[in-house]
C-alpha cells in the first residue's frame, strides 16, 4: 500500500511570489500531492515530502534566510532520505548553479520562467537519483494558465502583467522576471468572472508595474479601462491593485478609481526616495515634485483614499541633505503607512559599483529616524478615524490573535487593519469573508479598534465560499477553472 506524497511551500517576497506559490501548490495537487502543514522536523516522522522554496532575490536578507534555511534541512533530509527539496523564484533564476554548489542536497533548482515544469522535474530528478536545473530566459506560460490552490476562497490575486521595462539601479527584477508582458483584456475579465462565480468577492489586480500595462499591445489607457470594466462584475466587491509606477500614472487611472465603485480608496505609489538627485541616480523618471502632484490630485478626486509607499534608505551617494529631502516629501505627502528599507547591495544592479556607498552605521541612523517619523504621521492620519464608522471585510490570518479580547480582525475599504470586538453569541460571529459596519473607538499607528458592537452584519457569498471551502475538500483548478483553496504559504516579507 502506497502511501500519498506531501509538499509544503515556502515562500519568500512580494505578491506576485505569494500568487506564484499559489500556482506551484496547484501544480503539486494535480500532480497527485497533497499539501502538509510543517517541514519535517530531524527527530520526528511527520512532514511534507516534498518541500519547495519560492525565493525572493529584492533584497539581501532574502539570500542569508535561504541558505540559512536550506542548511537546516541537510540535517532534516538525512533523517528523511525520500524528502525532495526545491528552490525556485528569483533566487534560482539569478544564482542557478550556486545554489548547488552550497546546498548540494537540493533535488531540483528552476526559474520563474518555467514554474510549470516543477512536477517533471521532481519526478525526474527521484527516478534518476540526481539533481536537476532548469532555467529558462522566456516565459513558457502566462501564470494564469497554470492550476491553482488559492489561498482564499474570497479574495484573489489576478495578474495582469510580468515582467518589467524599467531599469532602476536598485533592482535585479528585470532581470529575472523578463520585459514585461501583457495578458490580454478579455483574458484577464473571463477570470476574475469564474473567480466571483466561485464565491471571490475581492481581487487584487497584480503586475511590476500595473499602470504600464497595455504597452505590450499599444493601449495607453489598457489599465484604466481595464479598471472601469471591474465595475460592471455583478458580485465583485471590491478591486485593488499593485503596485504602480509614479511615471507612468495617469489621470485617466485617478478618474477610473474615483468613478468605479468598486475600486478601492487606497493607493500604494513608490517613492523610493525624496531627493531628485537621488532618484535620478535610482533612474526612478520622476522627482519629487511630480510624485507630490500625482498624490494631490488622487486626493482632490478621493478625498479618503490611504495612500502607502516604498521608501530605501542610504542608496549610493545619498547624503544627509538627500535624507532631509525624503522626510520632507513624507511630511508632505502623509502616508498611511511605508515600507521602508534600508538600502543593500544585489550584485547584478547597477547601484552595486556604484562608488560613496552610505556605512552601514549611517543608514540605519537614518532607518531610524525615518521610521519614527512614519510611525508618528501614520498614527495622526489613524487618529482621525475614531468615532467613525467604516466598512470592514472580515478576514483570515489577519493581525494578532489575542486571546483576552478575542477580536476579529479584517480590512476596511482603504485597505487599514481594523480588529473588533467579536459578539458573545458566536452564532452572531462573521466568517472570514463577510461584511459589516464598524465604530473605531481607538487608533494605533498600524491598526484601527472597535470595541462597540458592530452593525449592519452582511453575510456574503465570499463567507459562503469560505464555510464551504472549511467543511468540504475543493478540487484543484486547472487555467482559469475552479482554483481551490487552504492554509497560507509562509511569507517572509513584502516587497
Not at 38 to 62: I, K, M, Q, Y
Not at 214 to 237: M, N, P, T, Y
Amino acid at each position: 500500500m502506497t502511501t500519498e506524497r506531501t509538499y509544503h511551500v515556502i515562500t519568500y517576497g512580494c505578491q506576485m511570489n505569494v500568487h506564484d506559490s499559489e500556482r506551484i501548490s496547484g501544480l503539486l495537487e494535480e500532480a497527485g500531492l497533497s499539501r502538509a502543514d510543517a517541514v519535517a522536523d530531524p527527530t520526528l516522522g511527520a512532514g511534507a515530502d516534498v518541500v519547495v522554496f519560492n525565493t525572493c532575490a529584492v533584497r539581501e536578507n532574502a539570500d542569508n534566510r535561504l541558505y540559512g534555511n536550506l542548511g537546516h534541512m541537510a540535517s532534516v533530509k538525512a533523517a528523511h532520505p525520500g524528502l525532495q527539496i526545491a528552490v525556485g523564484g528569483c533566487m534560482a533564476q539569478k544564482d542557478r548553479e550556486v545554489i548547488l554548489k552550497k546546498a548540494p542536497w537540493v533535488d531540483v533548482v528552476f526559474g520563474t520562467h518555467n514554474v510549470g515544469a516543477l512536477p517533471r522535474l521532481l519526478e525526474r530528478a527521484r527516478v534518476e537519483r540526481e539533481a536537476q536545473i532548469e532555467i529558462k530566459e522566456a516565459l513558457e506560460t502566462f501564470p494564469s494558465n497554470l492550476p491553482s490552490r488559492r489561498e482564499s476562497p474570497y479574495s484573489a490575486w489576478v495578474s495582469v502583467s510580468v515582467g518589467c521595462n524599467n531599469t532602476c539601479t536598485f533592482c535585479i527584477v528585470p532581470a529575472l522576471r523578463g520585459k514585461e508582458s501583457d495578458r490580454r483584456p478579455g483574458d484577464i475579465l473571463a477570470e476574475i468572472e469564474m473567480l466571483v462565480a466561485q464565491g471571490v468577492q475581492e481581487i487584487t489586480l497584480l503586475g511590476q508595474n500595473v499602470n504600464a500595462y497595455g504597452v505590450e499591445f499599444g493601449d495607453r489607457q489598457a489599465f484604466a479601462k481595464l479598471l472601469r470594466a471591474c465595475g460592471s462584475i455583478e458580485g465583485l466587491e471590491r478591486v485593488r491593485f499593485t503596485s504602480p509606477h509614479p511615471k507612468d500614472f495617469t489621470d485617466d487611472v485617478i478618474e477610473a478609481m474615483a468613478e468605479t465603485h468598486n475600486v478601492m480608496p487606497q493607493l500604494h505609489m513608490p517613492l523610493q526616495s525624496g531627493s531628485d538627485q537621488i532618484l535620478k541616480t535610482m533612474r526612478r523618471s520622476y522627482r519629487s515634485k511630480k510624485f507630490l502632484g500625482i498624490l494631490e490630485r488622487v486626493r482632490e478626486a478621493m478625498p479618503l483614499a490611504a495612500i502607502t509607499t516604498d521608501i530605501i534608505v542610504g542608496f549610493p551617494g545619498e547624503t544627509e541633505e538627500d535624507f532631509q529631502a525624503t522626510m520632507d516629501v513624507v511630511r508632505e505627502a502623509r502616508f498611511s503607512a511605508a515600507f521602508t528599507f534600508q538600502y543593500s547591495i544585489r550584485p547584478g544592479t547597477p547601484a552595486a559599483t556604484m562608488d560613496a556607498q552610505v556605512p552601514k552605521a549611517v543608514v540605519q541612523e537614518r532607518y531610524d529616524r525615518l521610521i519614527e517619523l512614519v510611525n508618528e504621521l501614520a498614527w495622526e492620519e489613524n487618529k482621525r478615524f475614531v468615532g467613525q464608522d467604516v466598512e470592514v471585510m472580515f478576514a483570515t490570518g489577519e493581525g494578532r490573535k489575542d486571546a483576552e479580547t478575542q477580536r476579529l480582525s479584517g480590512r476596511a475599504r482603504d485597505n487599514r487593519l481594523v480588529h473588533v470586538a467579536a459578539p458573545a453569541d458566536p452564532a452572531d460571529r462573521p466568517r472570514p469573508g463577510d461584511i459589516a459596519t464598524v465604530r473605531i473607538t481607538h487608533a494605533a499607528p498600524h491598526h484601527l479598534n472597535s470595541d462597540v458592537p458592530f452593525t449592519g452584519l452582511r453575510r456574503t457569498r465570499g463567507g459562503d465560499a469560505w464555510e464551504a471551502a472549511t467543511t468540504t475538500p475543493q478540487p484543484v483548478g486547472v487555467g482559469l477553472g475552479m482554483p481551490a483553496v487552504g492554509k497560507p504559504a509562509e511569507v517572509s516579507s513584502a516587497q
